[in-house]
């Protein structure tokens, strides 16, 4: 077991790209910690840096209160797994489960044993005599699992080791991952750009975006309670309603979030209401969940928007509608990127602002997303005007009809125009 601590860790690649930027955080002691982010956001270079791959460009990374910066790899007791399973092709399973035992010259008759025992735990022990060639991408990846886990290091580092298989072998194998590392109590720390395998398995996540730390939190704080709308929309499977408001405070009486055709108002009562007061007569960002938006009757009298159904999309376990509610949604706004930090002057390093011109220079040939977060790139049906609603296995709408949603207050968020959440999050 150990506790894994980086201070302002910061990684810039040959050719001045900056990866990570002054990363904080903390795996306690047997965590489950997720690291969570789009793809090249720098999560595996994260890793490796903690596995001693990569070096650590400047900051400071502890492992168990030592300083591991320039510890050795093999020195830092850290076993990885990545995506691929990476196995020996020429040795059988217990070859490859075995390998880092015999490296260490155990005993050979405790090495069968524990291999054997490992075997049974992730439903290998069939496959034992056979090479990685006759397996499938599961059974391999359990392969590599048992290999990482037979000389019980004291921090496990897992690359995305779940992507490469099917749906159904995912969800059987991410269960007995959180099984395995839980009964071992080893700090784990797991990659992932997958927000179901994050949500499920970790005890905290953190997630990234261009290097840079966005959020860390337990799954519910992180979903509940974001940060920023950033980190609210990147961890929703069915797209964050986002909207403009303007805030008004009518003779003191309330604060209402003027949405154009509808208003919300908040009672001073409201614990975010003086935050949010603070914005009085400029616009903030609010944020809803489609499982915050509640179908009504049109006599409902409670906080609600009304529109015309534009269209039902069955999703198997449930029907998602879209409201044309005359409200234009707006584009994530993606959180600050670190080149302006490292182009202007409030850089305190040296190192780094010597770097400035050719920085970043392979982020400036990436998509924006920002766009396409907007766009609800996952519906070819919903349009920037409609509310996504969650109704639930009954389809209780039509396209075209008339229809009221009321509004959960206690599940809106409010952001200010750059994303930041108004009313602190908890943690
Ligand atoms: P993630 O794991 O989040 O997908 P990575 O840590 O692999 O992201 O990469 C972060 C960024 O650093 C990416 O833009 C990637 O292209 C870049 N990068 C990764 N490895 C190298 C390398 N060896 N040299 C230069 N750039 C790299």
Same mark, same amino acid.
């Given at each position: 077991m150990s506790s894994v601590v980086l201070d302002k860790v910061t990684k810039v690649y040959p050719g001045d790209y900056l990866a /990570? !930027?002054?990363? $904080?955080?903390?795996?306690? !002691?047997?965590e489950f910690l997720v690291l969570l982010g789009p793809s090249g956001c720098g999560k595996s270079t994260l890793l490796r840096m903690i596995a001693g791959l990569e070096e650590i460009t400047e900051?400071?990374?502890w492992l168990d209160g030592q300083m591991a910066?320039?510890?050795? =790899? &093999? !020195? &830092?007791? *850290?076993?990885? *797994?990545?995506?691929?399973?990476a196995l020996y092709p020429h040795r059988t399973v217990r070859g490859n489960i075995a390998f880092p035992l015999e490296i260490a010259k155990s005993d050979p008759a405790m090495v069968r044993e524990r291999v054997t025992e490992l075997s049974k735990v992730l439903h290998i022990n069939e496959t034992l005599d056979r090479r990685p060639g006759t397996l499938s991408g599961g059974q391999r990846q359990r392969v590599a699992m048992g290999r990482a886990i037979v000389r019980q290091p004291r921090l496990f580092l897992m690359d995305e080791p779940l992507s490469n298989l099917d749906?159904?072998?995912?969800?059987?194998?991410?269960?007995?991952?959180s099984a395995l590392v839980r009964s071992l109590g080893v700090t784990t720390i797991y990659v992932t750009h997958d927000q179901v395998e994050a949500l499920t398995l970790a005890d905290r996540i953190a997630i990234l975006n261009r290097g840079v730390l966005q959020d860390v939190g337990t799954p519910a704080q992180i979903y509940n309670d974001p940060a920023t709308a950033f980190v609210a929309a990147f961890l929703n499977s069915q797209q964050l309603n986002l909207l403009a408001a303007h805030v008004r405070t009518p003779q003191n009486q309330y604060v209402m979030l003027d949405f154009g055709p509808h208003q919300v108002t908040l009672p001073w009562s409201d614990p975010r209401a003086y935050a949010i007061s603070q914005h009085t007569?400029?616009? *903030?960002? /609010?944020g809803m969940r489609p499982d915050g938006l509640a179908p009504v009757q049109e006599s409902y009298e409670g906080p609600s928007f009304f529109g015309r159904v534009r269209a039902l999309e069955y999703h198997g376990h449930e029907w998602l509608a879209y409201l044309e509610c005359g409200m234009p949604a707006v584009p994530v706004p993606e959180p600050p990127d670190p080149r302006a930090r490292v182009?202007?002057?409030?850089?305190?390093?040296?190192?780094?602002?010597?770097? *400035?011109?050719?920085?970043?220079?392979?982020?400036?040939?990436e998509p924006q997303d920002q766009e396409q977060v907007?766009?609800? =790139?996952?519906?070819?049906?919903?349009?920037? $005007? !409609?509310?996504?609603?969650?109704?639930?296995?009954? =389809?209780?709408?039509?396209?075209?009809?008339a229809a009221k949603v009321a509004v959960d207050l206690s599940r809106l968020m409010v952001f200010t125009v750059d994303g930041a959440r108004i009313d602190p999050p908890r943690r």
């Open positions: /990570v !930027d002054r990363l $904080s955080l903390r795996a306690e !002691d047997g900051g400071d990374l910066n320039h510890l050795a =790899p &093999r !020195d &830092r007791d *850290v076993a990885m *797994v990545f995506q691929n399973g749906a159904g072998m995912r969800t059987e194998l991410r269960m007995e991952i007569g400029g616009q *903030v960002l /609010v182009n202007g002057t409030a850089n305190g390093s040296g190192k780094l602002s010597g770097l *400035v011109r050719r920085m970043f220079a392979g982020h400036r040939e907007g766009q609800h =790139p996952n519906s070819g049906i919903h349009r920037r $005007s !409609d509310l996504i609603i969650r109704l639930g296995n009954r =389809p209780i709408w039509r396209a075209g009809d």
